[in-house]
């Protein structure tokens, strides 16, 4: 298992990362499916269909439903839901940000009150490696604190120490889970995840105190939480140059097609963000000609695809038009529909992020599309 750089244009790269469930070309987007299933309906047979690389689900949703002991015991999660590709489980952490009036945090971990529920639970980073490893994922995220942005600097400096001192204990645990003969995937990864709120100096600081740890892997986290977007951009353009070449890197939660092009172009390899189905799902769509609302009257008539240029499955059958009537009426169809065609844009996007790298033009597809594919498209 390796991370290889094909080629380099300026700071963006393209890679293959090989892993035991297959190699993943960067850079990549990983389709989230938080529970074990993308929202509006698509099922791993359709991601295959989708250009689908990596699967991303969710430790602690997992934990709660139907149990990482459940999915353990029918063999893990690829056997769970049918799939044989990579697949990468984030570890928690974002709930520490996304249940904040549900949880405390300690040194030994966080205690939450499940949103389902209101059961009491506890996860650490043992905890966070344990599911994990039951879950039998091919990336495994380390266990840490992702912090609302702006926060106070005292603050986050007290926890990207603690975030630190979680990663040695995730690292430890992960090592002892894939040493034991009953563990499902002893091949499985460790990513470490750098943060920092948006103060450059514990940005570099903690980058700094992790990448000796020689991981498989790195994130970004905490950003995409509040902050303006160029200044996301600047924490990108102040961590980058301190993580290692060596190693994918991976800025989480991020987002849009423009975000994922400017970041690419820092030198980031991994994105995943539940924008293209969550969008999908108020029909919402990306195309190569920027954004469309389908709910809008214009389209009541329209019998064009959703992008008469997309070669997806969605786009080779059915019109705006009857995409626009099945949301309307509420029809899960539409939904679906939305969600498969706004991630085969994605995916495809990342295809052609990655030839414009191989080929030595990626400075001309940025500069191309970075104005087009986050506006309005009026056609």
């Known amino acids: 298992m390796a991370f290889t750089l094909l080629s380099t244009e300026g700071s963006a790269r393209r890679g293959r990362f090989e892993t035991v469930h297959g190699a993943i070309e960067t850079p990549v987007f990983m389709n989230v499916g938080t529970s074990a299933a993308i929202k509006g309906g698509v099922s791993t047979g359709d991601l295959m ?10 430790t602690y949703h997992l934990h709660i439903r139907p149990g990482d002991k459940v999915i353990r015991d029918l063999g893990g999660i690829h056997k769970f839901f049918n799939w044989d590709r990579p697949v990468l489980t984030d570890s928690g952490g974002f709930q520490v940000f996304s ?9 030994e971990g966080v205690y939450f009150s499940s949103h389902v529920d209101g059961a009491r639970i506890f996860m650490g980073p043992e905890e966070s490696m344990r599911i994990q490893s039951n879950l039998a ?15 106070e600097y005292d603050y986050v400096k007290a926890s990207c120490d603690r975030t630190y001192r979680w990663l040695i204990r995730c ?4 090592e002892r889970l894939n040493s034991l003969p009953e563990t499902i995937n002893p091949n499985q990864l460790l990513f470490g995840i750098n943060q920092g709120s948006t103060y450059e100096e514990l940005r570099i600081r903690h980058m700094k105190q992790i990448a000796p ?3 498989p892997g790195y994130a970004i986290g905490g950003l995409a939480v509040g902050e303006e977007t160029e200044t996301m951009y600047h924490i990108l353009d102040v961590v980058l140059p301190h993580m290692p070449e060596d190693k994918p890197r991976y800025l989480m939660g991020v987002g849009t097609p423009v975000n994922i092009i400017e970041a690419v172009r820092r030198g980031v390899d991994f994105f995943d963000c539940v924008m293209p189905s969550r969008n999908a799902r108020h029909g919402n769509v990306f195309t190569w000609k920027g954004k469309l609302n389908l709910g809008n009257e214009r389209f009541i008539r329209d019998a064009r695809p959703i992008d008469p240029d997309c070669r ?8 705006r038009a009857y995409i626009r009537h099945l949301i309307k009426a509420g029809e899960v169809l539409g939904m679906r529909l939305a969600v498969m065609h706004n991630l085969w844009f994605y995916n495809s996007l990342m295809e052609e992020i990655r030839l414009a790298i191989e080929s030595g033009r990626y400075e001309a597809f940025y500069s191309r599309w970075k104005y087009i594919l986050d506006e309005k498209c009026e056609d």
């Open 99 to 107: 249940l904040a009036r549900l949880r405390r945090i300690r040194e």
């Open 171 to 174: 690292k430890a645990e992960m």
């Open 312 to 319: 997806c499955p969605v786009c080779q059958r059915y019109s």
């Open 49 to 58: 269909n989708l250009k689908c690389q990596v699967e991303l689900s969710n």
């Open 213 to 215: 740890l020689d991981l």
């Open 137 to 151: 994922s091919t990336i495994a995220m380390a266990f840490d604190e992702c912090i609302e942005n702006p926060a």
